[in-house]
C-alpha cells in the first residue's frame, strides 16, 4: 500500500531514516522508503539528500552512509540517537585538563561534534571537529566528567 507524502514529510523521513540505520546508497533508501509505503524513486530520494544537506561518511569497516551532519540548534538530539552516533563512530577518548580529545574514522568527527551539540551534553561548552579527531571544551574542573561521560557514552572498555 503506498502512502501519499508532501516533500516536507518524506524529507522528515529520510532524515529518521538516516539517524536510526545506516543507509548506504541511495537504492537503500528507496527501499527502506517503501516499507513505509512510500514509493519513490533515485532521483527524488537524491534532491531530497541535497536539500537535506545529507553528505557521506565513512563507518566503522571502511564503508561509507549518509548523515546530516547538523539540525538546527533548538533540536536537542535523544540520548539514544547520542549513544549510537558515539557507539558508532567514537573509537578513542583522551583527557587533557579541561580538553577532551576525541577519535573518530576518517571523514566521521564532524557528525560527532553536531550529535554532541545539539544533546546539550553536560559539561560542554564547545567542540572543534577536523577529520577523524574532536575537541571538546569542557567548563572549568569538568573535563575528567566529560571525559568519562563520552566514554561510557561511547561503550568504550
Known sequence: MSTRTNKAQ?????AGLLEKDRVTNQAHLVELLGTLGVE??????SRDLEELGAI????????????IPEMPKAQVAPQDHLRRVLGDWVVEVERSGDLVVLRTPPGSAHVVGSAIDRAGVEGVIGSLAGDDTLLLISREAQGAFVADLIHDLAGLT
Do not use: F, M
Open 40 to 45: 519513490v524513486n533515485v532521483s527524488t530520494v
Open 56 to 67: 557521506k561518511v565513512r563507518i566503522p569497516g571502511g564503508e561509507t552512509a549518509y548523515a
Open 10 to 14: 518524506r524529507q522528515h523521513l529520510i
